[in-house]
RNA sequence: GGGGGCGUAGCUCAAUUGGUUAGAGUACCGGACUGUCGAUCCGGUGGUUGGGGGUUCGAGUCCCCUCGCCCUCGCCA
């Protein structure tokens, strides 16, 4: 080792130890008899200081030195005198008497600085990653995430999960997000495609016999980008076997209290809570709702049919919702001109047709250009039904029921953080389960699935896959922490007909079943235990446990919203050659 | 594919209704300084205002196109 201590470790009790430090100059300080210098890794800082008693020529090269030169620096440690103690720093009471320095690596002004107050532009800081990796707090992230990985995987071995690794190039699947593809040299013209998830194999793992997988898995959906999306993101996938729901469940219930306790220092009360997809729906209008404040979606549907506003009439009549938030206390906040910005924002995000609105007057009479529509009576019930106060600011959406849902849990999640109606330290964890198992197919008509192809409905509905699929409930949950989804599994159908008879409501045929998943169709007939799983998003749940905006913040090297890595350049143009050798014409 | 925001010195930002030579802090370079820790003080270098075109006597500012980054809808089993 070319140190004896990292710049974070050096106390008042290793004075008068000889020592090395070595690592980046964060920052230094000439005063031309003597020269500071805080030196840094990714343990701390500690000031090293050159003076002519370390020898001249050590204080002449020392002058040198500039922002994020690679030093090693070598010599006494020794108390700080009087009244120069700097109680910000860890390693504050003391400091490095150099005599002798070594310039292990100079370095060009760099674009930015580590631990400068002002962050540059993210796109500056992705081209340099190196330096900005550097940052305290990236390393922070960092060094989270590995925490809560270790924590994953010592939990889950010690409840007897092994660790299994799945193929990267495996084939591609005929539903789900797009496929990343992978040319093949040898099979001109046949694709590999990478895993979406490790879906399929590690099913096929329970079918053969090991009862309780886990990986860290890499996953890839060629789809746009988002604050919380990745091209490439890290699932902490498991499956087991011979388990319900409740088990898998359980499973994860107590990793999240681990975690929340070693990472937090939160004790979670268990079970998590659980709500259906149903009543998360009706009232949150989202399948992941933000639990840490209230404001929950209000039906009024049966009142608003009672008034002259033809816009409710009409909606109800015609089969639609009116549903509405109450903002508690929010009435002066938004004014006419704040409440267009809403009524904007849920028509051109959600397709709503408009937003109708009440403030609650001194007097807990509503006012609105449209209360005239009302009468005096029905206000008061409205009113009654919102738990309407004075001060108040009632909004309500007139629609289809799922164009409710959408611009309701928009205004929700927009308002709770507007008007900053939780801690956003705080942090809420719940299950949504009891999903559908289909989905209308919008697009081509028919069905699609909710979940995955392979979710097994609940053993009550197991009838209405052919009398009534809508109604259908699927024995799915997904992990919801502040109102993200941070992870989602399904006990899988284990029976072969089952499985042939889903394919068949989604409107895959034969053919293609067997084509796509006839290995797997034909394992469910080797012996294939019940079995179920999830998988937990690795980057979200660091990301929200870390309190962080961004995914990219938790990921070394993550792509821009175009899915471009600003220090490589991937994606990249490649040699005629290697199209050549793999078959394969770029059109443009 | 749609909507929105941003782009000015290495970096973070400013620049009045379109008006003189585009400024500040910081970084960088040079000088001074033996206890600083966002060191301080003095001096200096540094600009294709993302790129292209247009309107105008005159454009960082207005218009069109384009590139990049971010947020978002669609999309993401």
Request: with cysteine.
């Amino acid at each position: 080792m070319l140190r004896t201590h990292t710049c974070g470790e050096l106390r008042a009790e290793h004075i008068g130890r000889e020592v090395t430090l070595c690592g980046w100059v964060d920052t230094y300080r000439d005063h031309s008899g003597v020269l500071f210098v805080d030196l840094r890794d990714r343990y701390g800082r500690t000031q090293v200081v050159f003076a002519p008693e370390g020898g001249e020529e050590n204080l002449k090269v020392a002058k040198s030195l500039r922002s994020e030169y690679v030093i090693s620096a070598t010599g006494k440690v020794a108390a700080r005198p009087e009244g120069t103690v700097n109680a910000k720093l860890a390693t504050g009471e003391i400091e490095l008497r150099v005599d002798r320095l070594e310039v292990l690596n100079r370095c060009l002004t760099p674009p930015f600085h580590p631990t400068a107050q002002d962050l540059p532009g993210e796109d500056l800081r992705l081209k340099h990653r190196y330096i900005d990796l550097r940052r305290p707090r990236m390393q922070r992230a960092m060094m989270l995430r590995h925490r809560m990985i270790k924590i994953m995987r010592d939990y889950l071995d010690e409840l007897a999960f092994i660790d299994v690794e799945t193929p990267i190039l495996g084939r591609s699947t005929p539903e789900g997000a797009r496929d990343y593809l992978v040319p093949s040299r040898v099979q001109q013209s046949a694709f590999y495609a990478l895993p979406q998830s490790p879906q399929l194999y590690k099913q096929i793992l329970m079918i053969a016999g090991y009862d309780r997988y886990v990986q860290i898995a890499r996953c890839f959906r060629d789809e746009d980008l988002r604050a919380d999306r990745q091209p490439e993101f890290t699932q902490l996938d498991l499956e087991m076997a011979f388990v319900d729901a409740d088990d898998v469940i359980g499973v994860i219930d107590g990793l999240m209290a681990r975690l929340a306790k070693e990472i937090l220092g939160l004790e979670l009360s268990l079970p998590l809570k659980r709500m259906t997809y149903d009543e998360a729906m009706e009232r949150f209008g989202h399948d992941a709702p933000d639990l840490r404040f209230g404001m929950e979606l209000t039906d009024l549907t049966d009142l608003a049919q009672q008034s002259d506003f033809r816009v409710f009439r009409g909606v109800a009549e015609s089969g639609g919702r009116i549903r509405g938030i109450n903002a508690k206390g929010a009435a002066g906040k938004y004014s006419r001109k704040g409440i267009d910005e809403l009524t904007n924002y849920i028509q051109e995000d959600f397709g709503a047709q408009g937003l109708a609105w009440f403030k609650v007057d001194e007097a807990g009479k509503l006012a609105s250009p449209i209360a005239k529509n009302f009468e005096a009576g029905l206000l008061e019930k409205i009113a009654q039904r919102m738990d309407a106060e004075s001060g108040d600011l009632l909004l309500f959406v007139a629609d289809k029921f799922e164009v409710t849902c959408k611009a309701l849990y928009g205004l929700r999640k927009r308002l709770g953080a507007e008007l900053k109606l939780y801690d956003p330290k705080q942090m809420h964890f719940s299950w949504v389960v009891e999903f559908p198992m289909f989905a209308h197919d919008e697009e081509e008509g028919g069905w699609t699935a909710m979940h995955h192809p392979f979710t097994a409905p609940r053993r009550q509905d197991r009838e209405r896959l052919t009398s009534d699929p809508e109604a259908c409930r699927a024995q799915a949950y997904d992990l919801v922490v502040n109102g993200s989804e941070a992870g989602g599994g399904t006990v899988r159908i284990h029976d072969q007909q089952l499985q042939r008879q889903v394919f068949g409501l989604l409107g895959i045929d034969e053919a293609t079943a067997k084509d796509r998943f006839g290995f797997l169709l034909d394992a469910l007939q080797y012996g294939a235990p019940p079995h179920g799983g999830i998988a937990l998003g690795i980057d979200r749940l660091v990301m929200l446990f870390g309190g962080l905006e961004s995914i990219r913040e938790v990921i070394a090297f993550p792509k821009t919203q175009r899915g471009t890595d600003l220090m490589t350049g991937a994606p990249g143009q490649v040699d005629a050659k290697q199209l050549r050798e793999l078959g394969i014409k770029a059109a443009r």
